[in-house]
């Protein structure tokens, strides 16, 4: 059901800030152990509602809207891996170049948000693919990102996500896995949904940014098309 048990509205201002840069301080990361894994890192950008989801069921607000946001976007039709489904910016890192670094040049070159390094507020924990990536996300202050421009190569579509979606009551959503005793996990949005590892993402920075419970999701799975 779109918007089932939505949690009220939290503006993007420095309140905001400061408890998500307090709730990450002292959390632990978990990094992923190294090996033939291909190192890659995604920016988890706080941004603000703006125009609202561009979602047929999620509400756009009435003007500009300053409610906080989660940027997320729809891969490219055309990509040979993942084409069409939901990712945060982000890709391989390159060589030498830190989490940090591959976060927000990847966030500038598929969306046009160009940041600096004072903007990342911290990391969750890497997750690891079944096609054998290890990635690290990095959570970025956006800010009001007015000016953002998908990259046509690798974005079909850039969308804001109100926090408040992720805050829902029937979220996570978890089911069996018949290779995994660990369960599948995917996010709601609007009617649909979101797989792992964005949802992993998501699921997490909710738990620990704004719920304040150190939770752990590497060891939840993917469904079969998010493996490939």
């Known amino acids: 059901m779109p918007g089932a048990g939505r949690a009220p509205a939290l503006l993007l201002d420095d309140v ?3 408890r998500i840069h307090q709730a990450l301080q002292p959390f632990v990361p978990l990094h ?5 894994r291909r190192p890659a890192a995604v920016a988890l950008t706080l941004i603000e509602e703006g125009d609202g989801a561009r979602l047929a069921d999620v509400p756009a607000p009435v003007g500009w809207s300053r ?4 940027l997320l976007t729809r891969r490219a039709t055309g990509l040979r891996a993942h084409a069409g489904q939901w990712a945060l910016p982000g890709g391989r890192m390159d060589a030498g170049e830190a989490a940090e670094q591959a976060a927000l040049r990847e966030l500038h070159e598929e969306v046009g948000l160009e940041l600096g390094p004072a903007a990342i507020l911290g990391r969750l924990d890497d997750y690891v693919t079944h096609s054998g990536f290890a990635i690290t996300p990095v959570v970025v202050w956006g ?6 421009a998908p990259n046509a190569g690798e974005v079909a579509s850039i969308h804001r996500i109100p926090l ?7 979220a996570p959503m978890l089911e069996p896995c018949h290779d995994s005793v660990h369960p599948m996990l995917r996010m709601p949005v609007g009617s649909g949904w979101i797989a792992a590892p964005t949802a992993a993402f998501l699921y997490q920075f909710r ?11 590497a060891h939840f799975e993917q469904p079969e098309f998010a493996r490939r």
């Open 207 to 217: 738990e620990v940014c704004l719920l304040g419970r150190s939770t752990r999701v």
């Open 32 to 36: 992923a152990t190294p090996g033939s």
């Open 143 to 148: 800010g009001e990102a007015r000016l953002l």
């Open 164 to 170: 408040a979606e992720f805050l829902r009551a029937d």
């Open 16 to 18: 905001l800030r400061a």
């Open 67 to 70: 409610e906080a946001a989660i």
